[in-house]
């Protein structure tokens, strides 16, 4: 890993947006399956999955959830369902309640919070295919109180038939009982738009491949999306408290995704980038997933020397990472002047994979910078809010002509006369404040 | 206005994405001020506004805001001040604190909740300058903590040089110092990348035309927008309880908006449905812009006669109107049924107006049906959020092994081994529960 000044980094970050010919593709596709239907969900199916399928067979039977169960370790049931007592407990406390201000003259003004009605969560297959992901995007859904949500994955994985037992423990445990073996622009689509055998949700989420992403800006505004995920990154605050060979496991964790991720070290200490980097070079060897690492450190890993932990502060606020750790003697300390990052892990045990898994904190964090202005997916993800206003008389007549004073202003007699009409309606004689 | 059944009951709904052309003299522009600046944001602000401008004339001064209040009539002052009290109080109720769940064990999980550093607010020129979206949107942001909100706006206002000072009077009221005269999708790009005058922002929002429109489209990912709004819409639910004239009012007032606008009454009274109808003409006669009205009624007006309220209901929640109007004998006990709507006004002095200018819930409201998963603007548009992870070492040597579980059926073995790495050097002897 490069051991390089602040003033040397300079950050690679690549968008994809997919060719001209992907784009088109999934043009083609999205119109297909508003068009035909599941006829053409069965028909993609065949040709991007191998597989064949009749209509009545695209959903997930319980049986077959059930079986899952007999295909995969004790240990990993037990697991995963700490995993998801924990993920519940945090976004519990996300969930809001509407709220009313209720005024002396009568008038109620509020805010009503309701969850969507149906969300649906692409899981890709293959290699991606993330239990752990299949939690963290149901269980804030359901905490906000969504109650049809509603699951698609590919009929294959990675060259096998059949759906990965993982993926489908995780759904169970999570709760999600509609699943369909679909997968790809088709799936959301069909998600989008429904079909004869999926009805059409409120709302998409989930990662996957860039035909599912481009079919996801696709149909955004017939139905929400989540952000489109880029790589993912890493950031190390540390100082000469931090023990290089976490400090490394911890960049390594990262750069093993894929090789455009991000791993990065910020520190003041020439000792511990130098130690770091000599530990990056030891672990990476003994990695299965060395040469994704290892092309991620290269070209998207950095160990950056600033002056003292303020210039790396501003260093990190300038890179809004995915990820942040602070490693320092007092981590807390410096939390204050932490702007941007998405989840910030403080002190020597709050290693990343604690996040990706266990902790609690939504693992679905912004990329690309974009902490800067948006956050990790939470309850509010899932909830809809409508402005309520129950206007008195008594706060009409008194603001009445306020109101028409702006509309007219604004060149909208049509607003001042709905104001209007009821001021000369009520205000004579209708008004109870009115003297006898 | 067409009286009709709820079967024959079909909504048109539209939404601009721009011509090819369009699109491409956007796209042509953003790149050109992100190559070159304040050069190209003086040339387009030249040949698209006609007004001629040297660097240091882009912002407008202390003094024109000061003057401005000379040209503007004291009523108007009184009334945009009393409703910026309004708003300022209900937006303040949405504020949020971060918050922490300390556990036993020493591991503290939270949410950080921070306002965005810098925000650009769009403010459109000629008929579409509104002093009241000025409002909707800055306070927001400010109640948010948003410490930097800078204003942007065309240098002349319907062929008239110079911007609107009702505009500037509501950007004084509301807070807003730092304002530039510069309009188009120049100025978006110049909010979303910098020039050489105008710092960059995180988010831009404000309504525009479909230049200002696609520019945001255009500059998504860079920086945050709100959302793209379409035309206006309002639907009232009524029964015989309510008075015709008030009905017929409150629908013109949001068909006078423009001629795509969408005003719907759904009635189970027949009685109210043809006297509404009747009102609705009458009223017509005598609107100032009665041509815009009379088109948006007769291509997007509809009286929908249902069976009975819970019919109306339905339709209503299918269309999920921006604005909704219940006005029944008991309109509070309807609203639990109400699953989709942007903003709801109830009972007989709750005119869509009121909310417009004055009662104090934002008018930027989900429109085109988007209500099913979106909200009306408020302080959360303007904040972001970070989890907070700091794990005790007791956490980690008691859920260490869950991870590494994880991490491995998920192939990721460099997550193990970060979570392994910290078991191995603190289990042995550094675990302070061990026994002795």
Redesign the interface.
Known sequence: MKVQSSSEFKLQRE?EYGTPEQNQTVKEIVAAIKKEGDTALLRYTERFDGVTLTPDALRVTPKELEAAYSRVEE??V???R??AVNIR??HA??KRNS?M?LQPDG???G??I?P??RVGVYVPGG?AA???SVLMNVIPAQIAGVPEIVMVTPPATGGKAGIDP?ILVAAAEAGVHEIYRVGGAQAIAALAFGTESIEPV??ICGPGNIYVALAKREVY?A??IDSIAGPSEIVVLADDSA?P??VA??L??Q???DEMASAILVTPSHELAYAVAAEVER?LL????QSI?RASVEAYGAIIIVEDIEEGISVVNRLAPEHLEIVTAD??GL?GS?????????????????????????HI?PT?G???????V?V?DF???????????E??LR?G???I???R???????????E??LE??GKGGDSHGEQ
Chains 1, 2 share one sequence.
Do not use: C
């Not at 932490?338 to 939504?362: H, K, Q, R, T």
């Not at 974009?370 to 990790?376: H, V």
């Not at 007699?413 to 104001?419: D, K, N, S, Y």
């Open positions: 968008v240990s990993f037990t697991a995963i700490a995993a407990s945090f406390r996300q709220w201000d008038t109620i003004l805010q009503i309701r969507l009605k290699k993330y239990p752990s993982y409120d709302k505004g139905v929400d023990e060979g976490y496991a911890d390594l964790s750069a093993e995704h672990q003994e990695l299965p997933r690492a981590p807390m939390l932490i702007e941007n990052a998405g989840a910030i892990f403080l002190g020597p045990y709050s290693s990343e994979p604690v996040g990706d898994y266990f902790a609690g904190p939504n964090i690309n974009t902490a800067r202005f948006s956050s990790p939470d509010d909830i809809k809010k409508s402005s309520l206003i129950y206007y008195s008389k706060a009409l603001d002509h306020s109101i004073e702006l509309a202003r604004e060149g909208l007699e049509g607003h001042a006369r709905a104001i009409i009821r309606n009520e």
